[in-house]
């Protein structure tokens, strides 16, 4: 695929499901990888060789901590940074409360917010790669996902503001936007067969659900160098979902 090696990378939301596996892709390329969550336990699962931090996305001092332990610990300035962090509620609008929305927003878009903020101080001179996970969700619009598809319709905004703002730093920031993925979350949430996940694989061109390594395929190429001519970008993955 592509060579990270010498390249160090920061994963938010890596104690399974797509961050996990775009954490192992990476590493599997060459980089030194630094992984974050809430979970230490599951953090640890992901195997020897990573460097896991635990920290409150939402929380500044705490994304101020994460950012400076990854880098003492890569033992350097930090090349990549994915904003994978992300949760999610599907109900109807009658049932939506204002603690949901905050909840959801807090991680889904101030996290990221934040995390760059701070992750810019710890990039080199070369800038980066910034890499935001997105949904098809942001665009589709499916019904029961109003505070969830909003939070990704707004992270979609953090990056394409961010591509400009950054740009002259030479910090690319693309947003990637999987589509129907079959994850430990999905299954815990119940959408593992069920209506929804048929619905969603009718609309899917290639007629099935993605696994994460399909997501973090297309991560690896976004933090390369091949990809150096690209900011500001939404790259769908969804196999033709749309």
Same mark, same amino acid.
């Given at each position: 695929?592509?060579? %990270?090696?010498?390249?160090?990378?920061?994963? +938010? =939301?890596?104690?399974?499901?797509?961050?996990?596996?775009?954490? $192992?892709?990476?590493?599997?390329? !060459?980089?030194?990888?630094?992984?974050? !969550?809430?979970?230490?336990?599951?953090?640890?699962? %992901? =195997? #020897?060789?990573?460097?896991?931090?635990?920290?409150?996305?939402?929380?500044?001092?705490?994304? #101020? $901590?994460?950012?400076?332990?990854?880098?003492?610990?890569?033992? !350097?300035?930090?090349?990549?940074?994915?904003?994978?962090?992300?949760?999610?509620?599907?109900? &109807?609008?009658?049932?939506?409360?204002?603690? *949901?929305?905050? @909840?959801?927003?807090?991680?889904?878009?101030?996290?990221?917010?934040?995390?760059?903020?701070? =992750?810019?101080?710890?990039?080199?001179?070369?800038?980066?790669?910034?890499?935001?996970?997105?949904?098809?969700?942001? /665009?589709?619009?499916?019904?029961?996902?109003?505070?969830?598809?909003?939070?990704?319709?707004?992270?979609?905004?953090? +990056? @394409?503001?961010?591509?400009? *703002?950054?740009?002259?730093?030479?910090? @690319?920031?693309?947003?990637?936007? &999987?589509?129907?993925?079959?994850?430990?979350?999905?299954?815990?949430?119940?959408?593992?067969?069920?209506?929804?996940? $048929?619905?969603?694989?009718?609309?899917? &061109?290639?007629? @099935?659900?993605? /696994? &994460?390594?399909?997501?973090?395929?297309?991560?690896?190429? %976004?933090?390369?160098?091949?990809?150096?001519?690209? +900011?500001?970008? $939404?790259?769908?993955?969804?196999? !033709?979902?749309?």
């Amino acid at each position: 695929m592509f060579d %990270l090696s010498g390249k160090t990378a920061l994963v +938010t =939301g890596a104690s399974g499901g797509i961050g996990g596996a775009i954490a $192992r892709a990476l590493k599997a390329q !060459g980089a030194k990888v630094a992984v974050s !969550g809430t979970n230490a336990e599951k953090l640890a699962a %992901l =195997g #020897e060789g990573f460097i896991a931090i635990t920290a409150n996305l939402a929380d500044k001092a705490d994304v #101020e $901590r994460l950012a400076k332990e990854a880098e003492e610990k890569l033992g !350097g300035a930090v090349d990549i940074l994915v904003n994978n962090a992300g949760i999610f509620k599907f109900e &109807p609008l009658e049932a939506v409360k204002e603690e *949901e929305f905050h @909840r959801e927003f807090n991680t889904n878009v101030l996290g990221p917010i934040l995390a760059i903020q701070e =992750g810019v101080k710890h990039f080199g001179p070369n800038g980066g790669s910034v890499i935001n996970i997105s949904s098809v969700a942001s /665009q589709l619009s499916p019904p029961n996902s109003v505070v969830y598809s909003a939070t990704k319709g707004a992270l979609d905004s953090v +990056t @394409r503001v961010l591509a400009k *703002e950054l740009g002259a730093l030479n910090i @690319r920031v693309n947003t990637l936007a &999987p589509g129907g993925v079959e994850t430990e979350g999905t299954h815990t949430a119940g959408i593992i067969g069920s209506d929804f996940e $048929r619905e969603m694989v009718a609309k899917t &061109p290639l007629g @099935r659900l993605g /696994q &994460p390594d399909d997501i973090a395929r297309v991560a690896v190429f %976004l933090a390369s160098s091949d990809s150096n001519w690209l +900011t500001g970008e $939404r790259i769908a993955a969804a196999g !033709g979902m749309q």
